[in-house]
């Protein structure tokens, strides 16, 4: 299986200011739940995965960079997990 391609920060940037309908130089570093559930969500769309984060890992996130950090890995564990059926080991699905 191959190694998907993940966006890198200046992406996510870009996913994000879609969300708000904002140039990306609008972004705040700072993000807040809803905007965490919809980059998940976009992960989970754009490369087809459902992500299961854990609480500590949802928490975790307070900026733009950890959420490079956590998503890129959550989406690098989904690929590595055996086909449909298939549980994660990570945490709770956040939708």
Do not use: H, I, K
């Not at 998907?4 to 705040?28: I, K």
């Not at 998940?40 to 459902?50: D, G, K, L, S």
């Amino acid at each position: 299986m191959s190694t998907p391609v993940l966006p890198d920060r200046a992406e996510v940037v870009e996913m994000l200011a879609a969300f708000g309908q904002r140039p990306a130089d609008r972004v705040p570093e700072t993000l807040g739940s809803l905007e965490l559930t919809w980059l998940t969500a976009e992960f989970e769309q754009r490369y087809a995965v459902v992500l299961e984060l854990s609480d500590e890992q949802f928490e975790a996130v307070r900026t733009v960079d950890d959420a490079v950090t956590v998503l890129r890995e959550a989406v690098l564990a989904a690929a590595l997990t055996p086909g449909p059926g298939a549980t994660g080991t990570s945490g709770v699905t956040r939708s």
